[in-house]
C-alpha cells in the first residue's frame, strides 16, 4: 500500500526525519501480521506514557484543584474518546494501514484510533525529541480540553456570544459600526497568548486577552458591552 507521506506530515504539522518510523505509527498489527514489518503497538505504550507525563506537567502547572481534581481533569483528557477526536479533527484515520479481515469488518473503534495517537506522540519523540511531541499534544489535544472547559463555565443568554450581543446592543442604539484590532501576539506556540480591541467607528473601545484570537475578542466583547451599559449607551 502506498503510504502518503507529504499528506500525513502536512497534517500532523511536523515533519519526520525517519519516514518509516512514521509509517510504523500508522502500522496495527493486523496489517504487520499480512504484510510483514513492525507494527505500531510497542510506541503505543511509549507514546501513553509521554502524554501522561505532558498532561500531568500542564494540569500541576495550571494548579486546576487537588490532586483528587487533578486526576479525574487528567482522566477525561488522556482517555480514548479526546484521542480519537484529535485523530478525528486532524483528519487521519486515512492512513492507518489495518489488515484485510479488519478493514472488512468495519472495526474503526475508539481503541483503534486512540492507539494510533498515542503512537504517533511517541514517534514524534523519538524522532525530534519532547518538544515537538509535546506541541503536538498541546496543539491537539490539550488546547480542544480548554475550549470544551470555557465552554461549560461560559453560557451566554440565549445562546449568543459576547460579540453577537455587543453587535445587537450597538445596532439597537444606532451607535455605529463594531470592528476588531489584533494587538500583539506572544509566548510560544504550545501557550500563545493574544491581545485584540474592539473600536467602535474606529475608535478603541476595549481590550481583551486570550489563547486565541476569537478568545480575546470575546473577552473584549464582554468588557466594551459592560463599558456601553454602564454609560446608558453614550
Same mark, same amino acid.
Do not use: W
Given at each position: ?33 499480512? +504484510? ?20 500531568? *506537567? ?13 486526576? *479525574? ?10 484521542? =480519537?477526536?484529535?485523530? *478525528? !479533527?486532524?483528519?487521519?484515520? =486515512? ?7 479488519? +478493514? ?14 498515542? %503512537?504517533?506522540? %511517541? ?9 515537538? $511531541? ?16 470555557? /465552554?461549560?463555565?461560559? /453560557? ?24 476588531? *484590532?489584533?494587538?500583539? !501576539? ?29 478568545? $480575546? =475578542? ?15 449607551? +453614550?
Amino acid at each position: 500500500m502506498i503510504f502518503d507521506l507529504d499528506g500525513c506530515q502536512k497534517k500532523i504539522g511536523y515533519v519526520f526525519k525517519d519516514t518509516m518510523l512514521l509509517r510504523r505509527c500508522f502500522t496495527h498489527a493486523s496489517y504487520s501480521h499480512e +504484510n510483514g514489518g513492525d507494527d505500531n503497538e510497542l510506541l503505543e505504550f511509549f507514546g501513553d506514557a509521554i502524554i501522561e507525563f505532558v498532561v500531568t *506537567e500542564y494540569l500541576y502547572k495550571n494548579s486546576f484543584g487537588d490532586e483528587g481534581k487533578l486526576t *479525574e481533569y487528567r482522566k477525561d483528557l488522556v482517555s480514548k474518546t479526546p484521542l =480519537q477526536r484529535a485523530m *478525528e !479533527r486532524l483528519d487521519l484515520s =486515512q492512513y492507518v494501514l489495518l489488515g484485510h479481515g479488519l +478493514n472488512l469488518s468495519s472495526s474503526h473503534d475508539e481503541k483503534l484510533y486512540s492507539s494510533v495517537y498515542e %503512537a504517533l506522540v %511517541a514517534g514524534i519523540y523519538i524522532d525530534g525529541g519532547l518538544k515537538p $511531541a509535546k506541541d503536538f499534544i498541546y496543539r491537539t489535544l490539550i488546547d480542544d480540553y480548554e475550549l470544551r472547559l470555557a /465552554k461549560k463555565k461560559v /453560557k451566554p443568554k440565549a445562546g449568543k456570544d459576547a460579540k453577537s450581543l455587543l453587535q445587537e446592543f450597538v445596532q439597537k442604539l444606532k451607535l455605529g459600526s463594531i470592528s476588531y *484590532e489584533s494587538m500583539s !501576539r506572544k509566548g510560544p506556540d504550545h501557550m500563545p497568548e493574544f491581545r485584540e480591541a474592539v473600536l467602535l467607528n474606529g475608535k478603541r473601545l476595549a481590550e481583551g486577552k486570550g489563547k486565541s484570537r476569537k478568545a $480575546a =475578542q470575546t473577552e473584549a466583547a464582554e468588557r466594551a458591552l459592560e463599558k456601553l451599559k454602564k454609560q446608558g449607551g +453614550n
